[in-house]
């Protein structure tokens, strides 16, 4: 019987639990008696959890155990006996079996593998058997405990309520686990990467040559301020000079001078703008603007113009970050009080000395929130930059010539045949957890700027 | 129309005749005639909804800022029609002051507060003739010993009742002929309440004075006319004391008894 089989099956259990259960609750109303606590459903679906919730995670837990229980029972074998001592060998050896045992039509390297497969086969099959038995009688038991509880008094509401506040906690903390994780996996390989290259050197060094020879005494290549200020260059200057000013201009036409009709459309469509995968930017910078302005450097007697240009992947950038400002700008200029437009404008101020003087004051904090939530979106953004910024990290600030960023270095480090363990790898996690850690600064900073400023007006 | 409403006067500052405010399809003012003159303070009072507020808004057109709303009859300031495409809605704003019912400083100093409606109507040609205008608005306002030594502190730190004055110094900062008040009190306590009514009394005269109130009190303390709305007419208009003493109008009575509204 396959896991598959056994899932549906305890399923189905639950089901006929529930049906029981809840026709049993639902005598009771039937039968008059003065007080029933709960639902039928509500004793159903307690009843159904008990069946299937706890036979559910036998299965989880004995599906990494088995595997390890049926290896232990071949080892114990005469067969394993005349195995190779060698540690390494015998792995090997071990793995082989087993694979054959779920797959006969394999091709296998040692022969002893062919010996052991029958012996996999026997013990795996025997472990599913426990299982299933185990879990098929914690069902019945489950739902059979369940059952009895079934009371007019019984408050099976509460308990579902509670089985079901749980559930969530659990969706909601592996989230953040996997977070942590993913944090505690950065940290782990950029302190052996700093093991190896000291961080001073990676935090202020002006050469990032990357190599996997590491001599001693001399300038490693990791010196990642190119890289830095190449993302600052492209994400945080040439980005935003294209999507701060285009962004407010277009919240304040949208909230302050466009008649309802015209809101009613060019509202989508600048969240389609936003919806659009950043590969298809990556494309529309590479392949038109990078070339466009490439040529256009040389007409007005630029001659080192790269074709790569930090410009290029700049203003995409920028384009693509647009609606990002103006949403935030739009939420920041709404949320100003209409009585403080009403006080410009009844001093005889037009409606742009008041958009200019008042609205947009007023709502600079969370306009300034906004546009940090932008930029640390910018400068985590890779597709743009790994199609249409170099990967020469140059430290100019010609925006003609080409420079490297953070994500592209990361991508051109992790990407191709590199050793787990080379400086090159650890390297790509250093700079990861940089990256990590400035844009949860600006994270912070940016919403607890925004938090004071909705609290401000009401 | 009531007859006890039109009386033309010559030294009327403004004046209203048939006037009409609809909201899309809805009919809010139901043909309003009010004379407004330099001498009295005059207060609009009545039940909530009535359309006091709509009906002070079309004195300084801004019923404009609402894309709905529409206005009908006849409003002149000075004789001169202020809803005619000859008239500049800025220069009419700069002499038709307004204050609202919550005090709404600008997120900027005191000083710019004062200083906003000069710089945009260009009335002060250098620095020194713009110190001068805000500290005699503020003066007058009876602001001006209380902030004189903060003038660039931000003009939302100030207590309640002092925004509302620094709103009124906002207001005559550009040296208006008349000015509106929608109900400047109502976010009072009453010894700021008691110091806004004081302040009236010192600016009647100099400016026509239009205030909206819910409070019967203060409408008895602080005006020489009251006009008594309801349901988008004006029942009564005469002399603060004949209203409140001996009102023609039964609603009028219905309504200072407070047997309704
Ligand atoms: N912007 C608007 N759009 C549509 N209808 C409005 C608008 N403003 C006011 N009205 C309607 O016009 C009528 C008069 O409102 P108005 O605010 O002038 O009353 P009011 O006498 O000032 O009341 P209150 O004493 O509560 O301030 C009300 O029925 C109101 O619903
Ligand atoms: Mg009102």
């Known amino acids: 019987m396959t896991t598959t089989a056994i899932f549906f099956l305890i399923a189905g259990l639950g089901l006929i639990t529930w049906v029981f259960a809840r026709a049993r609750a639902g005598r009771f109303i039937q039968s008059g008696v003065a007080s029933v606590h709960s639902l039928p459903s509500y004793h159903g679906w307690y009843a159904a959890m008990w069946a299937v919730v706890p036979a559910v995670l036998f299965l989880l837990v004995w599906s990494t155990v088995a595997p390890a229980l049926g290896s232990y029972q071949v080892l114990e074998s005469p067969l394993a006996a005349q195995l190779p001592t060698d540690a390494f060998e015998r792995a090997a050896i071990l793995s082989e079996a087993r694979a054959l045992s779920r797959n006969p039509d394999l091709k296998v390297f040692n022969d002893a593998a062919v010996q052991l497969a029958p012996l996999y086969s026997a013990a795996d099959s025997r472990y599913a058997m426990i299982g299933a038995l185990a879990a098929f009688l914690l069902c019945f038991a489950g739902g059979a405990f369940a059952f009895t509880r079934i009371r007019p008094d019984f408050r099976a509401r509460t308990q579902v309520e509670r089985t079901v506040m749980l559930g969530l906690l659990l969706a909601s903390l592996i989230a953040i686990l996997a977070t942590l994780g993913i944090v505690a996996s950065l940290i782990f390989e950029t302190v052996r990467f700093f093991n190896l290259v000291s961080p001073f050197e990676f935090l202020f060094g002006l050469q990032w040559n990357p190599s996997d020879k590491i001599v001693d005494g001399q300038a490693t290549g990791f010196g990642a301020v190119p890289l830095f200020w190449g993302t600052v260059f492209i994400g945080a200057i040439i980005a935003m000079l294209v999507a701060i000013p285009l962004g407010l201009m277009s919240a304040v036409y949208l909230t302050q001078y466009a008649s309802a009709n015209v809101r009613k459309w060019m509202k989508p469509i600048l969240e389609i703008l936003a919806g659009v995968p950043t590969v298809v930017y990556g494309y529309f910078a590479a392949l038109t603007v990078a070339p466009a302005l490439r040529s256009f450097a040389v007409s007005i007697g630029i001659t080192d113009a790269s074709s790569e240009s930090a410009l290029a992947a700049g203003l995409v950038m920028g384009v693509m970050i647009i609606p990002f400002v103006s949403s935030m700008a739009d939420d ?13 404008l009844a001093m005889g101020a037009t409606k742009s000395e008041t958009i200019k003087q008042v609205l947009i004051p007023a709502a600079l904090p969370g306009v300034v929130g906004g546009v940090l939530l932008a930029v640390s979106r910018a400068i985590g953004e890779t597709m743009i930059v790994v199609m249409a910024a170099g990967l020469a990290a140059n430290l100019t600030a010609n925006p003609f010539a080409s ?3 953070v994500t592209t270095q990361i991508v051109q480090l992790l990407t191709g045949d590199t050793d787990f363990n080379s400086p090159m790898t650890l390297a790509a996690f250093a700079l990861g957890l940089t990256l990590f850690v400035v844009t949860l600064l600006l994270n912070i900073v940016a919403l607890q700027i925004v938090k004071k400023y909705r609290e401000a007006y009401d | 129309m009531l007859d006890n409403t039109a009386t033309t006067s010559t030294k009327s500052k403004m004046s209203a005749r048939d006037v009409k405010v609809f909201y899309g399809e809805k009919q809010a003012i139901k043909g309003v005639s009010i004379d407004i003159d330099m001498d009295n303070v005059v207060a609009f009072i009545g039940p909530s909804g009535c359309g006091k507020s709509t009906f002070l808004r079309t004195l300084n057109r801004m019923n404009d800022t609402i894309p709905i709303a529409r206005v009908e009859g006849d409003i002149t300031l000075d004789g001169e029609n202020i809803y005619s495409s000859s008239m500049d809605v800025v220069q009419l704003r700069a002499r038709v002051g307004m204050v609202f019912q919550k005090p709404n400083p600008f997120p900027k100093s005191i000083y710019d507060n004062v200083a906003y409606g000069p710089r945009i109507h260009g009335l002060a040609p250098n620095k020194a003739e713009l110190d ?37 110094a906002r207001a005559i900062a550009v ?8 109900e400047p009190c109502s976010a009072l306590d009453p010894i700021a309440t008691a110091k806004i009514e004081e302040l009236i009394h010192e600016l009647r005269g100099r400016y026509a004075i239009v205030i909206v109130t819910h409070n019967m009190q203060q409408a008895a303390r602080v005006s020489q006319k009251t006009a008594f709305f309801h349901l988008g007419t004006m029942v009564e208009y005469g002399d603060t004391s004949d209203i409140f003493t001996n009102p023609r109008e039964e609603r009028t009575r219905d309504y200072i008894t407070g047997r309704y509204g």
């Open chain 1, 403 to 405: 420079v490297t960023t």
């Open chain 2, 132 to 168: 001068q205008i805000v500290e005699n608005s503020l003066v007058r306002a009876g602001l001006w010993n209380e902030v004189k030594d903060r003038l660039q502190d931000s003009g939302t730190a100030l207590s309640g009742g002092q925004q509302q004055r620094l709103c009124i």
């Open chain 1, 332 to 344: 920041s200029i709404a949320a100003v009080p209409g009585s403080m437009r009403d006080g410009s």
């Open chain 2, 175 to 182: 040296d208006p002929e008349v000015i509106l008040m929608d």
